[in-house]
């Protein structure tokens, strides 16, 4: 399909500037419209009289992939393409030495960019909403869980200036300081003074709250006994006032652990009636959460990666050469999807322990001299290379065929 006519969009808070050039390159029409339903029908308007139709649809430049704009703008089969604010600012000293900039300026640029080099760009990808609703709360599950762990830090840092009975007595547990338990005593018992004055009925209740129902008394009687060990103590004046703190640090971990439970069942709910689930799921170590987090930065737009070395790039578990003259380095990728190689990683670590293939891959590439990072790296690029074929061939993961070649197979017969 031949395309006469182009569109950039520089975006702001309160208005966009809009610019319609057509093939040699002329401006056609420029805009000012406002960021409101008013204004996103005033450029379907302007698009719409310059010869855009669901067939044959006017391609859009804008430097951002979210927001109610694109949203609108994503409605059909119109491409839209996300220009990295970096690259914009390269094409604009192909117009001008002078370093001038504005609003109208760069939507010209970004239309241009479209007209000259559309080619070299690629449009967002035509993920379903079902996966767009997914890539949000898996995104939003991921960053309260960041969050969580940076308030667990905040207090881990602070229990180490005072209270050291609470780091003794909770630290050793599984989730330490973010189990429900520590916090409900954190809150009733904000300084090591308080704490030692706690009596097992009120140990026990606390417990309670906090959602325990087996062995409290055996529990509360090890707290007991831990907040009435012999510690070092700061004065009294600064322990109640190191108390007010980390009580306020409490309340908010308490919000933020309630953040991460909610997000994670809501992310459940919606990877579950994904159609790509059950494929995600069959492979080791994906659960629910990261499977949802894979799904999120990969989509459902099969038509998205051209193949699996595109994928592999894209997720930043294959190596890139830089060579230039008589120099040469292969390493591993800085530009890549930062989120999708976090949760590749924690997938590779967690396959060692579920499959015998993955175990023996990593330590042949251990045996081989990478690093435990540069093995795991590797690992997960052979996983995604896989994933890629069983999405685009609707097959499960299969552990006789994914690990068939080479020396990871004898390795692999004899774990």
């Known amino acids: 399909m031949d395309v006469t006519v182009f569109c950039g969009i520089d975006w702001a808070e309160g208005h966009h500037d809009v610019a319609l050039v057509d093939e040699a390159g002329t401006l056609l029409a420029k805009r000012r419209i406002s960021d409101d339903a008013d204004g996103y029908?005033?450029?379907?308007?302007?698009?719409?009289?310059?010869?855009?139709?669901?067939?044959?649809?006017?391609?859009?430049?804008?430097?951002?992939?979210?927001?109610?704009?694109?949203a609108v703008l994503r409605i059909g089969k119109r491409p839209i393409y996300a220009i990295n604010p970096l690259a914009a600012a390269r094409y604009r000293d192909r117009h001008g030495v002078s370093r001038k900039k504005s609003d109208p300026g760069d939507a010209l640029v970004l239309a241009n960019i479209l007209r000259t080099d559309m080619h070299a760009h690629r449009p967002l990808p035509a993920d379903t909403d079902q996966?767009?609703?997914?890539?949000?709360?898996?995104?939003?599950?991921?960053?309260?869980?960041?969050n969580r762990q940076q308030l667990v830090n905040q207090v881990r840092s602070l229990l180490r200036e005072y209270y050291p009975a609470a780091l003794d007595a909770f630290l050793g547990k599984q989730y330490g300081l973010a189990r429900a338990e520590a916090r409900a005593v954190l809150a009733a018992a904000p300084t090591p003074a308080r704490a030692a004055r706690l009596s097992l009925p009120q140990l026990r209740a606390a417990l309670r709250r906090a959602g325990r129902q087996r062995g409290i008394d055996a529990e509360a009687e090890r707290l007991h006994e831990a907040f009435r060990g012999d510690h070092a103590r700061q004065p009294t004046a600064v322990e109640d006032a190191m108390g007010h703190q980390l009580a306020a640090l409490v309340r908010q971990l308490d919000a933020a652990c309630l953040a991460a439970d909610g997000l994670a069942e809501a992310v459940e709910a919606h990877f579950r009636q994904h159609p790509d689930a059950e494929i995600l799921l069959s492979f080791p170590g994906l659960g629910v959460q990261l499977g949802a987090r894979v799904l999120a930065e990969i989509g459902d737009d099969r038509a998205r990666f051209a193949d699996a070395r595109a994928l592999k790039a894209y997720s930043g578990s294959a190596p890139v050469t830089r060579a230039s003259g008589k120099k040469r380095h292969v390493g591993r990728r800085h530009i890549k999807n930062n989120r999708l190689i976090d949760a590749g990683f924690l997938w590779a670590f967690s396959a060692l322990r579920a499959s015998p293939g993955a175990k023996a891959h990593y330590k042949r590439r251990r045996e081989r001299g990478d690093w435990h990072a540069g093995a795991q790296r590797h690992l997960f690029n052979r996983m995604i290379g896989q994933l890629y074929h069983c999405l685009q061939s609707r097959q499960l993961f299969d552990e006789q065929h994914a690990f068939t070649s080479g020396p990871s197979a004898a390795l692999a017969a004899t774990a």
């Open 41 to 70: 029908r005033l450029l379907l308007d302007l698009l719409a009289e310059y010869g855009d139709t669901s067939e044959a649809p006017i391609p859009v430049a804008i430097e951002t992939s979210r927001g109610l704009l694109v």
């Open 131 to 146: 996966a767009r609703a997914i890539a949000v709360l898996a995104r939003a599950q991921q960053d309260a869980v960041w």
